[in-house]
């Protein structure tokens, strides 16, 4: 007896993944510079973009969007919503995707991120209300990115690659995969039905779209206004981005001993 | 025996190699470039933090970058291999027109650090240069994760790149004018007029 249970569908991936494949072949592949030129051909591999067409014409698609939907709405909850109910909303919001993370910290085999991941969300789902207040920071348990794209990269699956989604925004395979991973691991998707569930579920998508763009308002703007191709721009920082949250995850090795026990000594 | 023999001096080797004080001039370069960042820190923040009206701050700010950034490095960096293709007198003007851009683009956002604080976090070293961690703290804005890449090549301490959240800044610039160029037939001549229009309108 299956109860027809998923309240909230983004769009579906591989109807996304289609619609890429698709305007790609439209749209056609970047050239690849000509063999007698190595340094031309190492920037081409460095980029790793052979899309980039296709890529371009979704961002400027997401840019469009973004420009008469999200950045007004993220500008607005700046402007009306004080710092420190934002921080809470995040908090909240942290806090529904921890089983996702907790799911993700163990698959990657990192146990004493998992540990942390579920002391943050037996702490704070309890003693910080529903995940308003961040105790477990303060107990010794502090917030670390994880997600399952990162799994699959510790896996050691290489990120393929650049994709620039519509929605989404940047992007890689193993990144895109890894956020249907989330959606789908996460209890929240697979819990209830009816109206009331539903609306609580795209209240909380959206709020965590507001959040999201609201964390990045000042530097997107400066890219927008500084970069001569801010395409590239965001490319480079995403890649980055990745690249460090995962340098990140692989080189923990933290001991999660809470802030109120006896500390172990330093060597 | 002669297993034996060898086994007791490599143990005493290494028993010697570990009980070698680390090499000194790398611990002093690392001290070095822990209190180079924090008095560039202090000096930042009180300019930033001031009661100086925004034209003064602005300029102060100006001197401190001219004092700790080693500009032209990071210019040359962020051209790439078109720094070689670029003609002498291009070179120059490029190293102009970055260091104008620069500087408008971090005195315009002066206003925006107002009430900034920083925690200088440890140093290690990386490819030849120094790495100093620290978190910045702004008002209304979640801590940031902000690591300092200094260098000692021109014999004293400069700042060669700065990296947030573990993006560079001269990594993410180099792709932006890489990505420039190559939609304008790697013209470097083209870059510079583009670049000239950003020191004209600043943003």
């Known amino acids: 007896m299956r109860r027809p249970s998923r309240s909230f569908r983004l769009p579906e991936l591989p109807l996304l993944a289609a619609m890429v494949v698709v305007a790609a072949s439209l749209a056609g592949c970047a050239s690849k510079p000509p063999a007698d030129d190595p340094e031309a051909v190492a920037e081409y591999t460095e980029a790793n973009d052979p899309m980039e067409p296709t890529n371009r014409v979704f961002y400027a698609v997401n840019n469009g969007l973004d420009t008469v939907i999200l950045r007004p709405l993220a500008v607005g909850y700046k402007y009306v919503v004080p710092y420190v109910v934002r921080s809470h909303i995040h908090n909240v919001l942290t806090n529904l995707s921890m089983p996702a993370s907790l799911f993700d910290d163990m698959l990657a085999a990192r146990p004493r991120r998992a540990g942390t991941s579920l002391m943050r969300l037996l702490v704070n789902s309890t003693v910080g209300v529903a995940g308003v207040f961040d105790v477990a920071t303060d107990w010794g348990w502090p917030a670390h990115d994880s997600d399952a794209g990162m799994t699959l990269a510790l896996w050691g699956l290489p990120e393929g690659p650049f994709l620039f989604l519509p929605v989404l925004g940047p992007t890689s395979p193993r990144d895109a995969s890894g956020f249907g991973v989330d959606v789908a691991t996460d209890p929240i998707t697979w819990v209830g039905s009816g109206v009331l569930v539903s609306s609580l579920g795209y209240t909380r998508w959206g709020m965590t779209a507001i959040d999201t763009r609201t964390n990045v308002l000042d530097d997107l703007d400066k890219i927008k206004a500084q970069a001569l191709d801010p395409y590239a721009t965001i490319r480079s920082l995403y890649r980055q981005h990745r690249q460090s949250q995962i340098d990140e995850a692989r080189s923990d090795d933290r001991a999660t001993v809470p802030a109120w026990f006896v500390q172990p000594a330093r060597p | ?203």
């Not at chain 2, 002066?110 to 900034?116: F, I, N, P, R």
């Not at chain 2, 990594?171 to 000239?196: F, G, P």
């Open chain 2, 1 to 203: 025996m002669l297993t034996r023999r060898i086994l007791l001096w490599s143990g005493t080797a290494a028993l010697a190699m570990m009980g070698l004080p680390r090499s000194p001039a790398r611990a002093q370069s690392l001290e070095q470039a822990t209190a180079f960042i924090e008095q560039a820190m202090k000096d930042l923040s009180f300019v930033v933090n001031g009661p100086d009206p925004m034209a003064d701050k602005q300029r102060k700010l100006q001197a401190i970058i001219d004092r700790t950034v080693d500009v032209n490095d990071v210019a040359r960096f962020c051209l790439g291999r078109f720094w070689r293709a670029a003609s002498p007198a291009q070179q120059s003007e490029y190293l102009a027109l970055f260091h104008r851009v620069l500087m408008i683009n971090i005195t315009s956002k002066v206003g925006e650090y107002q009430g900034v604080t920083f925690t200088i976090g440890r140093a290690q070293p990386r490819e030849g240069a120094v790495v100093v961690s620290s978190i910045v703290n702004r008002p209304g804005n979640p801590p940031n994760k902000v690591d300092w890449l200094v260098s000692f090549d021109t014999g004293s301490p400069k700042i060669i790149d700065v990296v947030a959240e573990g993006t560079s800044l001269r990594l993410t610039q180099r792709s932006d004018y890489s990505a420039y160029l190559a939609h304008n037939n790697n013209s470097v001549q083209a870059l510079i007029d583009a670049l000239k229009q950003q020191a004209t309108q600043p943003s």
